[in-house]
């Protein structure tokens, strides 16, 4: 495993492929994982524009979308994006160490999560975020945790999360955990599925893991007193719903599967700009029980290209 380094953190210099992308993606949940949301920034370059999603779920509540699949790219070097009901800014406070991310925007919320698939119909809400990701570590002398892949342009880094939400006339203290990544590459949204998942056992283990369709095998992390571990053997099995949206399912990280419930989904809807093609992308917190007994709280993601 490699680790990234305080340069990392920049911006990059985009590559000649048509859907070459840099993205910075936040998510978070609070301790008894019954609210959270993410923030994803996706700039691409050579499309000449960028994606902002913005997404708050609650357990028995509506979910709440910010999407702008076409925000002007934010002039370098910062992360600042504004369009219209959109205003939102990305800054790395502290290389490695903390992150933090303001939101004013309007978002829609949904009867339902497959709604997003259905034209994003709903109330109109005005929506705030100010929050902090601060880097989660074992103790005080031990390197944050961080972890890059080795086969591709990306890391991952869990967090404390801290600040507030607010969703029309509600304020949302937020007290939690999530995790944070940056990467820059070639990303096909619609060639390739995968699974992504991150999240937190109460008993304060971190968890990642990533698999893609067509690779024998997946890979993510298990956090120790001495940092993050890698880990192999990743398998996923979505129980699928109503649109693809998952009403349960299993996520196998080596030699620990955690059987996942959700909470709350909020997915989104990929067009590609030239051809048409659809991805769905159903996006959700769930609570999660390990073969092991244990419990905690995760974000999980399954990207569906559609035929």
Not at 143 to 158: G, K, M
Request: proline content about 7%; glycine content about 14%.
């Amino acid at each position: 495993m490699s680790v990234p380094t305080v340069a990392d953190e920049r911006r990059h210099e985009a590559g000649p492929e048509r859907l070459w992308n840099e993205s910075w993606y936040l998510d978070w949940f609070d301790t008894d994982g019954r609210t959270g949301g993410y923030v994803r920034l996706g700039v691409c370059p050579n499309l000449g524009h960028a994606w902002f999603w913005c997404a708050l779920v609650g357990q028995g509540e509506p979910p709440v979308l910010v999407v702008d699949q076409e925000t002007p790219i934010p002039a370098g070097p910062g992360l600042e994006v504004r369009s219209s009901g959109l205003w939102a800014d990305l800054i790395v406070e502290g290389p490695l160490e903390h992150f933090s991310v303001e939101v004013e925007a309007f978002g829609v919320a949904l009867d339902e999560p497959a709604d997003a698939y259905r034209g994003m119909r709903g109330e109109r809400l005005p929506v705030g975020v100010d929050l902090g990701w601060e880097t989660d570590g074992p103790s005080e002398g031990v390197e944050p945790w961080a972890f890059h892949y080795d086969f591709t342009t990306r890391y991952e880094i869990p967090c404390r999360v801290a600040g507030e939400v607010r969703i029309g006339d509600r304020r949302i203290t937020v007290d939690g955990w999530g995790q944070r990544d940056h990467s820059w590459a070639e990303r096909d949204w619609w060639a390739t599925g995968w699974t992504w998942f991150s999240g937190r056992l109460e008993d304060g283990e971190r968890f990642h893991a990533v698999a893609l369709e067509g690779r024998d095998e997946g890979i993510g992390y298990r956090s120790t007193p001495a940092g993050l571990v890698v880990e192999y053997g990743v398998s996923s099995t979505p129980e699928l719903g109503e649109m693809g949206i998952p009403v349960g399912g299993q996520v196998t990280l080596g030699g620990l599967s955690f059987d996942l419930d959700p909470v709350g989904w909020a997915p989104v809807l990929l067009v590609d700009p030239d051809d048409g093609r659809l991805s769905r992308f159903p996006r959700g917190l769930v609570a999660v029980t390990t073969s092991d007994g244990r419990q905690g709280h995760a974000w999980v993601e399954y990207n569906q290209p559609q035929a």
